[in-house]
Structures are given as structure tokens and as C-alpha cells.
């Protein structure tokens, strides 16, 4: 495997592990160790700006499918943030 396509495949990893994170902070998947619902809002609205720096931070240098996809979990991210929000 050369290193472009290891560093995508770990720019994805990354990624995934952040909306994961999120997803988890937001209360919609049980914590993995403890399987109760925690909601943490404060914490999944850090981890949503720690996304948006690395969008920022990495514009022009991705390739389209990783813009792509860094855009559509952001999406998703800032929809279920409010979402919760509104709860």
C-alpha cells in the first residue's frame, strides 16, 4: 500500500471515529463500555468544532471522495446536534 492511499484510508478512520464519538455524546448509541445512553451535548458540540478546524484546515487538500464524506458527517452531525438540542 503506498502512502497516499494509507493516509486516506486513515484520513477516513479518523473521521468515522470522530462522528462515532459524536454520535455517542449526542445519546443516540449507548457507550460502549458502560451500554446506557450518555448525552453530553457540550462534549459533542467540541467534537463537531474539532471536525469543522480539520475541514478548514484541510481544504484543498482532500481528495473528493474524503470532502465528501467530511461534509456529510458534518451534516448529519449539526442536524442530530440540534435535534438533541431541541429535546
Not at 1 to 17: A, E, G, P, R
Not at 34 to 58: C, P, R, S
Amino acid at each position: 500500500m503506498d502512502t497516499l492511499h494509507k493516509h486516506q484510508l486513515l484520513f477516513t478512520q479518523l473521521v468515522i471515529m470522530f462522528h462515532a464519538a459524536t454520535m455517542q455524546q449526542l445519546g443516540k448509541v449507548k457507550h460502549p463500555v458502560t451500554e446506557k445512553i450518555e448525552k453530553n451535548l457540550e462534549a459533542a458540540q467540541n467534537t463537531i468544532d474539532i471536525l469543522e478546524m480539520l475541514q478548514a484546515k484541510t481544504k484543498g487538500n482532500l481528495a473528493q471522495d474524503e470532502d465528501v464524506l467530511m461534509s456529510q458527517v458534518l451534516q448529519e452531525l449539526r442536524l442530530a446536534y440540534v435535534q438533541e438540542k431541541q429535546v
